[in-house]
């Protein structure tokens, strides 16, 4: 079955920096695209950046782009995440999610949609 486990979360300081992991099995790498999303505390989950499968295309959200960096790894099903530059309100936690893309991978992003393939999440924390 699907499987994704993201790695690399921790505790920062504001203006530092963290690369979020997500490592895949048990699907088709060449036909799945790959998103992060986050769930702060009270609040829905949203998409942060989304990459496509046919042409590496990205997608990033307005309130991370210019600091978040999103790409895979091909040979290894891995994708990443680099935050730079994290701000306390960058903090949720965060998951990868891959699925099938039909459209757009900016619109894979607008929603965190249920069925998508979703990984158990990685906890970020931006504080002094």
């Known amino acids: 079955q699907v499987q994704l486990v993201e790695s690399g979360g921790g505790l920062v300081q504001p203006g530092g920096s963290l690369r979020l992991s997500c490592a895949t099995s048990?699907?088709?790498?060449?036909?799945?695209?790959i998103g992060w999303f986050r769930q702060a505390p009270g609040k829905e989950r949203e998409g942060v950046s989304c990459v496509s499968n046919r042409d590496d295309s990205t997608y990033h959200a307005d309130s991370v782009k210019g600091r978040f960096t999103i790409s895979r790894d091909n040979p290894n099903r891995r994708a990443y995440l680099q935050m730079n530059s994290l701000k306390p309100e960058d903090t949720a936690v965060y998951y990868c999610?891959?699925?099938?893309?039909?459209?757009?991978?900016?619109?894979?992003?607008?929603?965190?949609?249920?069925?998508?393939?979703w990984g158990q999440g990685t906890q970020v924390t931006v504080s002094s």
């Open positions: 999610a891959a699925v099938r893309l039909l459209t757009s991978v900016q619109n894979m992003c607008s929603t965190a949609r249920s069925y998508y393939n």
């Open positions: 048990g699907f088709n790498w060449d036909d799945y695209a």
